[in-house]
Every structure is written in C-alpha cells, then in structure tokens.
C-alpha cells in the first residue's frame, strides 16, 4: 500500500540546527529509515517535505490514493485551515507528529488544527514519534 510521509515548513534543518530541541537527525536519514521499515511489511513509502502550504495540499491531493499518512505540519499545524481541509477532502486517514512537546511549549503551540481529524497524534516522543507512527500505520493496515 502506498503510504505518504509529510514534513512542512522548516523540518528540512532537522540535523543542522537545535539539536538540543529536534535532535540531531536529518530528515534523509528518517526518510531512508521509515522507507525500509515500510518497505519490509511490502508497503511503499513516497516522501515530501515543502515549506510551502500549498505544495504540501497539492501533494496530498496528487497521492490521494494513499492508505495513510504520517504528518509533521511543523508550524502549519497552529495556523493551517487549509491543510486540515485537504485531509478532510481527500479522507487520507492520517498521524500527526511532533517531535517535540507542544503543550509544554509556548501557547500558541498548544492548539493543532489537525489533531481531532488524526487517526492519532504523538507529541514529544523526539525523532522516535516517527517511527513510532510508522509502526502504528502498519499494525492498523494489517488490523
Ligand atoms: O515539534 C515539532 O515537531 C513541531 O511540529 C516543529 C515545528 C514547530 O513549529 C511546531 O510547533 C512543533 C518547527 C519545525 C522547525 O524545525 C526545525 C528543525 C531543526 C532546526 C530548526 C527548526
């Protein structure tokens, strides 16, 4: 099955900068990481991470055949009606990731446009969140 990974804005210096709050992985190497896990439960990963709004809407729009997502909006998640209406209108059940801990940061993290449409949310679990969606994405689509 085809499964879509999203990064938004910012999430390409993920590795190069802030360590201390985002760790110190690129976003290659969790793309290459969750890409064979995928690839060994015969599920194809496709990747995407823009820094603009409507690229990631028009991506979702392009791949809406897929079996699920797994999503950090990174700061679209406080501010995006349009994205949460591109995974309503395509109804691509999806993750929604954050690395680190929103609600233990400022309030305006605290709110996520996304989180009551996501088939669930993890929050704070570092560059770990990641693979935990993606363990989660598999044993739901063999449920
Ligand atoms: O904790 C997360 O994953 C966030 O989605 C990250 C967003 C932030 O706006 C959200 O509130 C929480 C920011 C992404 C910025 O990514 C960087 C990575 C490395 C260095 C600098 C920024």
Known sequence: MK???LNGPNLNLLGNREPDIYGSKTLKDIEGELESLFASKSHTLHSFQSNHEGQLIDFLHDN???GYAIINPGGL???SVSLRDAFSGTAVPFIEVHISNI???EEFRHHSFLSSIAAGVI???GIQGYHL???LVIKRLEA
């Open 77 to 79: 998640t406080h501010t």
């Open 103 to 105: 609600h233990a940061r």
């Open 64 to 66: 809406r055949d897929a």
């Open 3 to 5: 499964i879509l990974l």
């Open 123 to 125: 929050v704070g679990c």
């Open 133 to 135: 969606a993606a363990d």
